[in-house]
């Protein structure tokens, strides 16, 4: 039966009041937060577990880390699709990845793309997919065969090689070209929420070798002088992060670009806007990434910096580095990386030791302002317990699901609310049914979300507590045994979330009689 008595004053109260009780409510149960996770497939770290595998096989794997990590209530998946100059979807650009197939260049077996495939299953899970590009990284390895149809081997002059891998030249103009086409061919095909890059421009420094860019850096200066060669190579990076969002945007305005940088800028010891940290590294001086430019000028939708330190670090610490990164998010989202694949019952640190330390930074991630969320490196680190970190986060600090902030300067209109919602019985108990929401990108529903309340007046705020379901399937199934043992939740409302996470007010309530 549906009810609209008092509709437009619960709506009224919902608008007015919502964000008043949310924020009285535990924070563990904010209902906007990022919760990522990266899926990387470089080396197989985590996945495909087998390269060349049966396909069925590596979809199954797929699907069952997907499963794990919707159990912990993450709602996005930072898929790797090009880890080393190759791809883990069908590109005329690049050939298929090593890492997919056991040799580079080589299809499928039986046609399988991955990034189609895990993008839909992302979505029915109600989880954003982020397509995770390694700009420049050639080979791990110098034994590493490259496919004829490499760009690389077709263009060694883009090259160089440094220790004992190879990467493309950030001072190439046609590089920057390349790069940028490639993502944009994704962009053009897959619906994918998100491009990601991350920590890798120019290579981490190798003791006692330098970079060996002096002819690409006469060739293509750029009225940089001699003693600027470090400004240049950062100008090159900025060209390239310029370039991308350009063309991420202007494609599909919806996608979002964010970065994952090294997890310390600059250092207050060479720049009194660094942070107060004495690790050494920096994105700034070591990657020649300006990341804190690419925010001033708006160029990326969201940083999210790999803060792979424990709480109270001596040179590094974590809390530290987590403030610094809120308080200079300069207008866009800032989320933090964490570092699970750390603990272990022998780590060289007794902070990694035991579940305390990921649980704690959890914390900070939630208590300082500027930051919205988090992502946890890397994914198969779910499918244990972790030292009891599991129960942890599934009962307590990861306990309820949460929708991913909304980016407003993209878009903060909420699409229209769901209609013509229905009931019936199905086989093992009854089934809620909808309306999908259509129209443009921007006004469609990209996920449902259903609450269900015990009590009729319970309406006036939707909280992450009370959901149920988050999914881009437009039905919700309510088990027979739910309904006899339970009988909980009575009363239901749906609502719709378009691509940049605006939600729309409810649908008529439901009831559901047990």
């Not at 070209?177 to 095909?189: G, H, I, K, T």
Request: glycine residues 6%.
């Amino acid at each position: 039966m549906l009810l609209n008595k008092s509709r437009s004053l619960l709506v009224l109260t919902l608008i007015i009041f919502s964000g008043v009780l949310f924020a009285q409510k535990n924070i563990s149960l904010k209902k906007h937060e990022f919760r990522g996770a990266w899926i990387a497939t470089v080396a197989n770290i985590d996945w495909p577990l087998q390269r060349g595998g049966d396909v069925a096989k590596q979809k199954h794997d797929l699907s069952v880390l997907l499963d794990t990590l919707k159990s912990y209530n993450l709602n996005a998946v930072i898929f790797q699709i090009r880890p080393t100059s190759d791809a883990l979807y069908h590109s005329s650009y690049e050939p298929w990845s090593k890492y997919l197939t056991g040799s580079q260049g080589k299809m499928p077996a039986q046609y399988f793309d991955p990034l189609a495939f895990v993008i839909r299953e992302c979505h029915l899970r109600g989880m954003e997919l982020h397509a995770w590009f390694n700009p420049y990284r050639i080979k791990q390895s110098q034994d590493d065969v490259l496919s004829d149809s490499n760009i690389a081997k077709i263009h060694p002059d883009w090259t160089f090689q440094y220790g004992k891998k190879s990467y493309f030249d950030p001072g190439i103009p046609q590089v920057r070209d390349w790069v940028a086409n490639v993502v944009s061919d994704v962009v053009r095909r897959y619906d994918v929420d998100a491009i990601h890059f991350d920590d890798y421009f120019y290579p981490y420094p190798i003791a006692g070798e330098q970079l060996p860019d002096s002819l690409t850096f006469r060739k293509y200066t750029n009225q940089f002088s001699e003693s600027q060669l470090k400004d240049w190579r950062r100008n090159n990076v900025n060209l390239i992060i310029k370039q991308l969002s350009d063309s991420i945007h202007s494609i599909k305005p919806w996608v979002k670009f964010g970065i994952s940088p090294f997890g310390v800028w600059r250092e207050r010891r060479s720049d009194l806007r660094g942070s107060d940290t004495t690790g050494g590294m920096t994105n700034y001086d070591h990657l020649y990434a300006d990341v804190l430019l690419w925010q001033e000028m708006k160029w990326i939708d969201y940083m999210l910096p790999q803060i792979y330190w424990y709480r109270g670090q001596p040179r590094v610490d974590y809390e530290t580095l987590a403030h610094w990164w809120g308080e200079n998010n300069k207008g866009r989202h800032c989320y933090v990386g964490n570092a699970l694949y750390k603990m272990k019952p022998n780590a060289s640190s007794n902070a990694w030791q035991s579940c305390n330390e990921p649980i704690e930074q959890i914390k900070i991630d939630r208590e300082v302002e500027g930051v919205s969320g988090f992502s946890f490196y890397s994914a198969k680190f779910f499918k244990t317990n972790m030292m009891g970190l599991k129960d942890s986060l599934r009962n307590t600090y990861l306990s309820t699901p949460a929708l991913t902030p909304n980016m407003s300067w993209i878009d903060s209109l909420p699409p229209s609310f769901p209609t013509n919602v229905a009931i019936k019985r199905v086989k093992g108990g009854r089934q809620i049914y909808w309306d999908p929401i259509l129209g443009g990108e921007f006004n469609k529903a990209q996920f449902y979300v259903v609450y269900g309340f015990n009590n009729y007046n319970e309406f006036a705020n939707l909280s992450s507590k009370d959901i149920l379901q988050i999914s881009s399937k437009t039905t919700f199934e309510i088990p027979r045994k739910f309904l006899r043992l339970f009988r909980r939740k009575k009363y239901y409302v749906i609502t719709s979330v378009d691509r940049l996470s605006n939600e729309s007010i409810f649908s008529e309530i439901f009831e559901v009689k047990q």
